[in-house]
């Protein structure tokens, strides 16, 4: 069984930057997808970016491009997510968990998770204008 701790959220402001971090137990990370998702009180969770085991092919959803970075420590049994250029929409609990994917369409991406994967407890990223 796969234990997940995730860490590194905080209080920024606007144009900020974080940088997650979702460390592993009980397994060994690189061979899994994992995906990082991120819940607003009263909306759905939605999932941000996922990379896949093994060969590492990454996903964001449109809205993260070119400001999230998602990558392995594997010296840490991690995988983390730098978070640049940081805006309120951004603000929420961020999840990491196993099993991801990508759910692409002509005019979307969404990034879901499989319902036997596994999640941590969240961590805080709160983005101020």
């Known amino acids: 069984q796969v234990q997940l701790v995730e860490s590194g959220g905080g209080s920024v402001q606007f144009g900020g930057s974080l940088r997650l971090s979702c460390v592993a137990t009980g397994s060994t990370l690189h061979y899994y997808n994992v995906g990082w998702f991120r819940q607003v009180p009263g909306k759905g969770r939605e999932g941000v970016s996922c990379?896949?085991?093994?060969?590492?092919?990454?996903d964001y959803i449109e809205s993260v491009k070119g400001r999230f970075t998602i990558g392995r420590d594997t010296g840490k049994n991690a995988v983390y997510l730098q978070m640049d250029n940081l805006e309120p929409d951004d603000t929420g609990v961020y999840y990491c968990?196993?099993?991801?994917?990508?759910?692409?369409?002509?005019?979307?991406?969404?990034?879901?998770?499989?319902?036997?994967?596994?999640w941590g407890q969240g961590t805080q990223v709160t983005v101020s204008s």
């Open positions: 968990a196993t099993d991801c994917f990508a759910l692409t369409s002509p005019n979307s991406r969404t990034i879901e998770a499989r319902p036997l994967s596994y």
């Open positions: 990379i896949t085991g093994t060969f590492d092919k990454i």
